[in-house]
């Protein structure tokens, strides 16, 4: 989950489903993102992100949405992004069941300072593309060997 869903959410998406066919799981995990904001609804992902992730052999798919409430009955995990993503997702919580699905990418990443946020590109150089794609690679690698360490997959 990120703001606009136009460029951390679908890089990181795009970046777990990458691992997840390599790994082979695909029959274990569907994935999905959506935004908090409902300004970038319908778009494609950003094309300065679609670029960066095809560089590294990554596809961006699918189009912008909104978070719903009924994701959390979706979805086990909640991802977000940010601390404002997260505070706006706890927001929208109806119980500790909900509350206890959501996390910070970076919080799966023990490298990361916890609490950390993956720091939005959208207004800043071209860099910040694959710094978010470095980031995401690395969350996302974490948060799928636990999910694997917790399945037995
Ligand atoms: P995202 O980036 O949350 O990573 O998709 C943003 C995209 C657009 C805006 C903010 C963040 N916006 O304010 O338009």
């Keep these: 989950m990120c703001l606009g869903n136009i460029c951390r959410s679908p890089t990181a998406e795009g970046v777990m489903q990458h691992l997840v066919e390599a790994a082979d799981l695909t029959q274990h995990i569907e994935l999905d993102s959506a935004g908090t904001g409902a300004y970038h609804v319908g778009e494609r992902p950003d094309r300065r992100s679609a670029a960066a992730a095809q560089r590294r052999g990554i596809e961006l798919r699918g189009r912008a949405r909104q978070f719903e409430v009924s994701d959390f009955d979706a979805f086990d995990h909640v991802v977000a992004m940010d601390q404002a993503n997260f505070v706006d997702l706890t927001r929208l919580c109806r119980s500790a ?37 470095d980031i995401c690679e690395a969350g996302c690698r974490h948060l799928l060997a636990r999910l694997r360490q917790d399945h037995g997959w």
């Design 97 to 133: 069941a909900d509350r206890a699905k959501l996390s910070l990418l970076r919080d799966h990443d023990p490298e990361s300072p916890k609490g950390s946020d993956v720091p939005d590109p959208y207004y800043g150089g071209a860099g910040g593309f694959d710094e978010v794609l």
